[in-house]
């Protein structure tokens, strides 16, 4: 099993935006969004993550101040950044559990992850 903690506070997977370059339109990932993922691509690197094979199963606790936005966002954007690092994509993760932590100082909030082969 890998255990990893990402510090600070969990930033969840914006909508992707439409952008416009002369006359061509293109769809991107909000910056705050894309920094959120390379951090938790480098903690968990920094962590001698490396890529496993086959069913994964993962486990999210998501430590928040205040007012919070939809676990599943978050979600996405934490399996978003650990692909390549953690496993070679995102579908191979075939149990996600999440839970949701209030937290009461800005210090305390972060992201516990647990991965490990399903079954």
């Known amino acids: 099993m890998t255990r990893i903690t990402v510090p ?5 997977k914006g909508r ?11 769809v991107y990932t909000p910056p705050k969004t894309k920094e959120y993922e390379k ?14 094979n086959g069913p994964l199963a993962v486990k999210l606790h998501l430590f928040i101040r205040g007012r919070s936005g939809d676990v599943d966002n978050y979600c996405k954007s934490v399996l978003d950044g650990l692909t390549g690092v953690a496993y070679e994509d995102d579908d191979q993760v075939v149990e996600l559990v999440v839970r ?8 305390e909030e ?4 647990e991965i490990r082969e399903a079954g």
């Open 39 to 52: 951090q938790v691509g480098w903690v968990a690197k920094c962590a001698g993550c490396k890529p496993l």
């Open 110 to 113: 972060r992201v516990e992850i």
């Open 8 to 12: 600070g506070r969990p930033v969840p």
């Open 16 to 26: 992707p935006r439409l952008g416009m370059n002369g006359r061509k339109a293109y």
């Open 100 to 107: 949701k932590h209030k937290v009461k100082r800005k210090e």
